[in-house]
């Protein structure tokens, strides 16, 4: 069902002390502000190492989930460094993000891959946050449409209805993710609506307006009124300010 939602990717930030301190931070600054859970859900994703510890702060009665920041495609095994969904499960968490730009870049994630991933993840009761997100070259060769649409095709529309029912998709331009570029409001609504539609021609009209779909990218205190206002974007996918506890909170009060 579409929801409100505003997730924080701490990405590879904060040692395990300094990771506890800004979850507790966070839950004494949503505790003095009444946050209402639900309204919108709250999800931490944290570095792996500080699931569990960050689980032990976590306001539930404030609507906070935790999820991963990546899991790996296989239940369990001989693959030295992983993390199973599974284990991402055991310690509480109830989402994951898969296709992080920084992911398909750096760890050279295809589509392919994702797909194998969104299947572990879902069969170990994630929510996957899966994200999308153009290039700058790509936006100025005005081939932004055609390559979400292809990253969704790919990606994504190979989930039977009831999988993807627990999907949850980020719209990342990569253009703007760490850069203090933000995508206007109208530029993220454009996309969000196109991915809607997309949503609707792959499965139905229903599947379209109960998926819920959040803009990332340079997002922060001062912008997201402005970006939550649109009537296709459902909340943010937070980095930076994630990390500055005052911050988060006044997007997550950005409704
Ligand atoms: P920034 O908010 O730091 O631009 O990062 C966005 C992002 O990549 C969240 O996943």
Known sequence: MRQ??????WKMNLSYPEGLALAHEIAILAGAAQLTPDQPRVVLCPPFIHLFGVAQHLPKAAGFYLGGQNCHQKDSGAYTGEVSATM?????????????????????ETDDLLAQKLKAALAAGLKPIFCVGETLETREADETFEFIGRQLSDGLFHLSNEEFDQVVIAYEPIWAIGTGRTATSAQAQEVHAFIRERIARAY?????????????????????????????????????????????ITIIQSF
């Open 4 to 9: 409100k939602l505003v997730a924080g990717n």
């Open 88 to 108: 991402l499960r055991s310690v509480g968490c109830e989402y994951v993000i898969l296709g992080h730009s920084e992911r398909r870049q750096y760890c050279h």
């Open 204 to 248: 139905d009209a229903e599947a379209a307006q109960d998926t819920t779909i959040l803009y990332g990218g340079s997002a922060n205190a001062q912008n997201a009124r402005e970006l939550f206002s649109q009537p296709d974007v459902d909340g943010g996918l937070i980095g930076g300010a994630a990390l500055k506890p005052a911050d988060f």
